[in-house]
């Protein structure tokens, strides 16, 4: 009886492991619905507001977390379009306010590549900034231990001037006894000193350039003394990358906020311990069309269509990783802006067209202020995509060449969208270079 009993503990134990290791064994979610899951979390499945203010710009950041920085202006910079996206046409300027004045809600730094963030956030990077510090002065060859006193110049600088544009501090740089630092260098420094958290922005000029300050004379005591624990902070950057993400790879989210691999994986195990994230597979993400290991964010929703129409910066959150974006849409993405023009194969500032819950198209776009006209250099039609869509992008094109300011729009001869657009937009025509 004793010898029954203990096999049948035996056999309750095995059934009992099986049974853990099945309810454990992650579910399978098919790529349609891990898209429609990625473009609700970023907010893709939202009502557009009546009105666009403050209130609607500070949840587009909140959700995404950033918004990436590019000084290419050939269309229009890149950290209004995410907002375009999400919000349709709103006042620039009104964004200006809260991003470029130094004083508002946002501030910049390294969150992705150079990005605007919540000021209240910026303590939970002390950690990187620290990183890079000791990464840059732990080689006794790196260039700031090459250039330290040009690096101490620039801090009695700031001291002294306060909140001012590298233009200028350039300018002082070539009338002082330091006189020999050049523009480069001192671009260089103060770039450097940016990343270590020694120097911050104190917002943007009318014409977009930075003003560096020292931390002390932007931020409020409450914001310099704060330091979280590093895990702590890298633990709640992952958990965003997530919110933010909806369901994706250990990969995608430690790019979100190019986090380091040992620290991502580190904080998604602390997640998924809490419940916060899930293992899933996600069908025809992995090789040769095999599911993929992913995570879903608990509170990530999964709604059963998505009806979004926008046009997507090159450093939309949505396409930013590129490998994402091909994996996610069947999207493969380069930008081509610093191709030679001979080389290029859809144009200088491409954007990707998002329609429903997929990437229709791709359009090269130039803002031609001076004539007044939204010029579509070239017009291309992804596989697969819905003939009706042409119809959506024409009159994404109409809104936008509206919140430009442009009263024409002119479509150029490249592309294989470029004459059905033409058509249905009733555009004028110009010869694409």
């Known amino acids: 009886m004793a010898r029954d009993f203990a096999s049948r503990h035996t056999f309750l134990a095995a059934v009992s492991g099986t049974l853990a290791t ?24 939202r009502p557009r507001p009546a009105t666009v203010g403050t209130r609607q710009f500070g949840l587009v950041i909140d959700r995404l977390g950033v918004l990436q920085i590019d000084s290419v202006n050939v269309f229009e910079r890149s950290h209004y379009l995410p ?6 046409p709103y006042d620039k300027s009104a964004l200006d306010a809260l991003t470029h004045g130094g004083k508002g809600p946002f501030i910049e730094w390294w969150g992705h590549e150079a990005t605007f963030m919540r000021r209240d956030q910026l303590p939970m990077w002390r950690w990187k900034m620290k990183r890079i510090r000791e990464r840059d002065l732990g080689n006794p060859d790196s260039w700031a231990n090459q250039n330290l006193p040009l690096l101490q110049w620039l801090r009695d600088e700031l001291a002294s001037t306060g909140p001012i544009v590298s233009s200028a501090i350039e300018h002082d ?16 420094g103060l770039e450097t000193l940016f990343r270590w958290g020694d120097v911050v922005s104190a917002g943007r000029t009318t014409s977009f350039e930075r003003r560096y300050a020292l931390p002390e004379q932007v931020l409020p005591t409450a914001l310099l003394d704060e330091e979280p624990d590093a895990a702590d902070a890298a633990r709640a950057l992952v958990a965003h990358a997530a919110s933010a993400t909806g369901i994706a790879t250990a990969s995608d989210l430690a790019d979100y906020y190019r986090l380091p691999a040992d620290i991502t994986r580190a904080a998604v195990r602390e997640l998924a311990d809490e419940g916060v994230l899930e293992p899933v597979s996600v069908a025809g993400w992995g090789a040769e069309g095999r599911p993929a290991p992913a995570w879903l964010h608990s509170g990530a929703r999964r709604p059963r269509t998505v009806d979004a129409a926008a046009l997507l910066s090159p450093f939309d959150p949505v396409v930013w990783t590129r490998a994402r974006a091909e994996r996610m849409f069947g999207f493969r993405y380069r930008i081509e802006i610093y191709t030679p023009r001979h080389k290029r194969v859809h144009g200088y500032y491409v954007l990707p067209v998002l329609v429903g819950d997929r990437l229709v198209a791709r359009l090269d776009l130039k803002n031609d202020r001076q004539a007044g006209v939204l010029r579509v250099q070239s017009a291309w039609r992804e596989p697969e995509a819905p003939p009706e869509s042409v119809e959506r992008i024409a009159s994404l094109l109409e809104h936008t060449a509206d919140w430009q300011g442009s009263g024409t729009i002119s479509v150029g001869a490249r592309g294989d969208l470029a004459d059905e657009l033409a058509g249905v937009l009733r555009a004028e025509r110009h010869e694409s270079r």
């Open 22 to 45: 099945v309810i454990r064994m992650p579910s399978t979610i098919s790529a349609a619905v891990a898209r429609r899951i990625a473009l609700a979390a970023q907010g893709f499945t």
């Open 83 to 88: 907002v375009l996206a999400r919000v349709g």
């Open 173 to 188: 740089a070539n009338h002082s006894r330091a006189g020999w630092w050049e523009w480069s260098a001192v671009k260089r």
